[in-house]
């Protein structure tokens, strides 16, 4: 059988690239959130480009100065009272030779003590709604149909908590078809 009936998963090492690059381009609220780390971070002023692009990790020695990560451990232990961001494939449900359904993690963490916003309401929680708006929908991940946030399409897609203290967090789950 020819080698091209076969899915490669060849675009699987940019899902999350092509996430964080979306996020990059469309969203101001959740740069503010990960990049201010006090109560009115929700109304400071937008970052730049060079700002957001800061945040994010990129194989440093030392991950705790940057927020925005494509991956899902850390290595280092946080001193820091901040918001972090890691996108990341969790797993790939092959369901014939050609066609698969990718899911991607979501996790929002954050510190304790700069969780809760002067406005009443949370980073984790802004931020999963804004991914949740943001993404359900989006075809840009890379794959062959839109990236979606519905458990008829997959039984994995949901939103959960996640974290360990002093870090609260949600992880959000969404998939797309691939092949």
């Not at 957001?52 to 940057?66: A, M, V």
């Not at 009272?81 to 996790?107: K, L, Q």
């Amino acid at each position: 059988m020819d080698s091209f009936a076969y899915n490669k998963y060849s675009n699987l090492p940019n899902y999350s690239y092509n996430c964080i690059k979306y996020l990059l381009e469309t969203d101001e609220m959740t740069w503010k959130l990960m990049f201010y780390s006090d109560a009115d971070a929700w109304k400071k002023p937008n970052l730049t480009l060079s700002q957001k692009q800061s945040l994010i990790y990129g194989g440093q020695k030392d991950e705790t100065l940057f927020r925005v990560f494509s991956d899902e451990g850390q290595i280092n232990a946080w001193v820091h009272e901040a918001c972090v961001i890691r996108i990341w494939p969790y797993s790939i449900f092959p369901e014939n030779r050609t066609v698969g359904t990718i899911s991607m993690n979501f996790d929002v963490y954050a510190h304790y003590r700069v969780n809760t916003l002067s406005n009443y309401t949370t980073r984790t929680d802004t931020i999963c709604q804004i991914i949740i708006e943001k993404f359900n929908g989006w075809n840009g991940i890379g794959a062959l149909g839109n990236l979606f946030f519905d458990v008829m399409g997959n039984k994995e897609n949901r939103e959960y908590p996640s974290g360990q203290i002093p870090f609260k967090g949600k992880r959000i789950v969404m998939s797309a078809k691939v092949g």
